[in-house]
């Protein structure tokens, strides 16, 4: 089965409701390949998902940016993966690195998050990557490794997770991977998901590619063969964006 190509737009903690109106403006008005040729999901923060709902063109989806690790109840300030099923949301990020980084979240907790937004009913991207110091340490493939290896310990059923390689030092700096250094990585995590998971899992499961990509670069690295779509930060929030769902034409 082939893997569709999949775009994510991951708007962060940014837009007012104007600006937000603005790109679902942009969105509803762009001219992009069939939803079956590209996957296109936007997520914009909690509090507009009903109004970008309302608003989205229906060929394209939304995600949430994240979700509680288990079924809600007392944990005041997050939102649990019922209330996002129960809001017709379809997919929700799970494992960012600044969330990682700036909340502490483990591999392990990762892994919980992946597997009860599964149980759900969510469909996840699931996010992984390595800072610069274990890139230079010469530890990428080691650190991805685990990451993937704490999801899949939780997670039989692959069919809706998408993995997104995202490099800590891509994220947000201007500094993008080459197409050469994300094939690589991506490589070996389909050689991983084969010996670890799989051989159906390694050939269906997209994994994306996240860290700076813009409207420049986003063809050659769409060229790649393990490389199945985009996760996009700063880009989405722009009408480069709509460059980047075309990248594959
Ligand atoms: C991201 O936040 O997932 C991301 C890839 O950000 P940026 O595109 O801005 O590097």
């Not at 940016?65 to 300030?77: E, H, I, L």
């Not at 979240?105 to 699931?126: C, M, P, Q, R, T």
Request: proline share 4%; aromatic share 8%.
């Amino acid at each position: 089965m082939a893997r569709k190509f999949f775009i994510g737009g991951n708007w962060k903690c940014n837009g007012t409701l104007e600006e937000v109106k603005k790109i679902v403006t942009m969105l509803n008005e762009a001219e992009v390949p069939s939803e079956n040729v590209v996957e296109v999901v936007v997520s914009p923060p909690f509090v507009f998902l009903p109004l970008v709902e309302s608003l989205l063109r229906p060929d394209f989806q939304l995600a949430a940016q994240n979700c509680w690790v288990r079924k809600g109840g007392a944990f005041t300030g997050e939102i649990s993966a019922e209330m996002l099923v129960n809001l017709g949301i379809p997919w929700v990020i799970i494992g960012h690195s600044e969330r990682r980084s700036l909340l502490n979240e483990s591999n392990e907790f990762v892994g919980d998050k992946v597997a009860y937004a599964l149980s759900v009913g969510l469909k996840v991207i699931a996010c992984i990557g390595e800072t610069l110091q274990q890139r230079e340490s010469g530890s990428t493939m080691a650190v991805v490794a685990a990451q993937t290896k704490a999801i899949a310990d939780k997670v039989s059923n692959w069919a809706n997770v998408v993995l997104a390689y995202e490099p800590v030092w891509a994220i947000g700096t201007g500094k993008v991977a080459t197409p050469r250094q994300a094939q690589e990585v991506h490589l070996e995590l389909r050689k991983w998901l084969h010996d670890s998971v799989g051989a159906e899992v390694a050939a269906t499961t997209r994994i994306i590619y996240g860290g700076s990509v813009n409207g420049a670069n986003c063809k050659e690295l769409a060229a790649q063969p393990d490389i199945d779509g985009f996760l996009v930060g700063g880009a989405s929030l722009k009408p480069e964006f709509v460059d980047i769902i075309r990248s594959l034409t």
